[in-house]
């Protein structure tokens, strides 16, 4: 079974940085459309950071110039800096498996802001 495992959430204070890892149970190089969305309690999923189809990245107006979503031959990551309050969500990864043209979704990663 295709699977996408996030990593790397947890508890920071305000102006904290986290680094969110999305790893495969197959190669991530098989996987394009690759993204990471977020939802907050009682809030839809959101889209934060997606790499585009000419190899960019779109990032929601809400994280520019704090997340940085990047990627290698093992994972998809985020960087996230600065944080806020507001930016407490689970955060999920996702991608279309190339194999089947299915998109994937991972279980998600609480990241808590909090003083």
């Known amino acids: 079974q295709v699977q996408l495992v996030e990593s790397g959430g947890g508890l920071v204070q305000p102006g904290g940085s986290l680094r969110l890892s999305c790893a495969a149970s197959v190669s991530i190089l098989r996987f394009v459309n690759m993204g990471w969305y977020r939802q907050a309690p009682g809030k839809q999923r959101e889209l934060v950071a997606a790499i585009t189809g000419s190899g960019g990245t779109n990032y929601d107006d809400s994280v520019k110039g704090r997340f940085t979503l990047s990627r290698d031959n093992v994972a998809v990551y985020l960087q996230i800096n600065s944080l806020k309050p507001e930016d407490t969500a689970v955060y999920y990864c996702?991608?279309?498996?190339?194999?089947?043209?299915?998109?994937?979704w991972g279980q998600g990663t609480q990241v808590t802001v909090s003083s």
């Open positions: 996702t991608g279309v498996y190339v194999g089947t043209g299915n998109e994937i």
